[in-house]
């Protein structure tokens, strides 16, 4: 298995720009998560999918940010407009759990974000 | 609440020495716990995971821990470092709160 394939590895841009981060989850997972990680605050959970279904929203931290699932196979972080606070490593993690709170994740590589 | 307390931010050793990377939780019931592994530019990965099966878990390159319920804790060890264990591992708790908590992390590096 491929793992959880992020795409771009490293996005660079400027205040203002809208900015696409993509995720494809290991087949056959049916939970997907955006965490954000930077030095200041760590590891964030920003969304958490199940089945497609965004379940937990709680940790996004405003209206500039959103996240899809259009099909099991493909979700999207979008931020617009971005800003430089918004610079930070972006992962994507799947599991194949439905309670994935009492199952191991798997991570992705990440995208680095650079808002200049 | 939940809570996941990593007592170090940085352990250094020597290769050939033990690795011991230590971690205590706060909880009101049996959580389960995880220690992740982060190389450099990489997500992180499962070391091992404890489901209360055992308190004893084996994970992957030789790492264990060891669930103490008395010490409210579930600390990482290996018995002799290696230069690719390098990195930085997380503690983390999941369970009935439907949220995973993670430490802050402990940077672990080993000198040749």
């Known amino acids: 298995d491929a793992g959880v394939i992020q795409s771009p590895r490293h996005e660079v841009t400027e205040m203002g720009q809208e900015v696409t981060l993509r995720c494809k989850p290991i087949?056959?997972?049916?939970?997907l998560f955006w965490y954000r990680q930077t030095m200041m605050r760590g590891l964030e959970l920003l969304i958490y999918?199940?089945?497609?279904?965004?379940?937990?929203d709680s940790g996004m931290p405003e209206d500039r940010f959103s996240a899809k699932m259009p099909n099991a196979s493909f979700s999207t972080l979008k931020i617009q407009p971005s800003e430089p606070r918004d610079s930070a490593v972006y992962f994507c993690?799947?599991?194949?759990?439905?309670?994935?709170?009492?199952?191991?994740?798997?991570f992705g590589n990440g995208t680095r974000l650079t808002v200049t | 609440a939940q809570s996941v307390t990593q007592l170090d931010s940085h352990v250094s050793v020597s290769e050939g020495t033990p690795v011991l990377l230590r971690c205590n939780y706060s909880?009101?019931?049996?959580?389960?716990l995880f220690w992740y592994v982060q190389h450099p530019n990489k997500g992180l990965q499962l070391l091992l995971k404890?489901?209360?099966?055992?308190?004893l878990v084996k994970g992957i390159n030789g790492f264990e821990a060891e669930f103490k319920k008395s010490e409210t804790s579930f600390h990482l060890t290996k018995p002799s470092a290696h230069m690719s264990d390098a990195a930085e591992y997380f503690c983390?708790?999941?369970?009935?709160?439907?949220?995973?908590?993670f430490g802050t992390g402990t940077l672990l590096a080993v000198q040749p």
């Open positions: 404890y489901t209360s099966a055992a308190t």
């Open positions: 087949s056959g997972h049916n939970s």
């Open positions: 983390v708790a999941g369970g009935a709160t439907n949220k995973l908590i």
């Open positions: 909880s009101s019931y049996s959580p389960s």
């Open positions: 999918f199940n089945n497609n279904v965004p379940i937990d």
């Open positions: 993690a799947s599991s194949p759990s439905s309670t994935p709170y009492n199952s191991p994740l798997h």
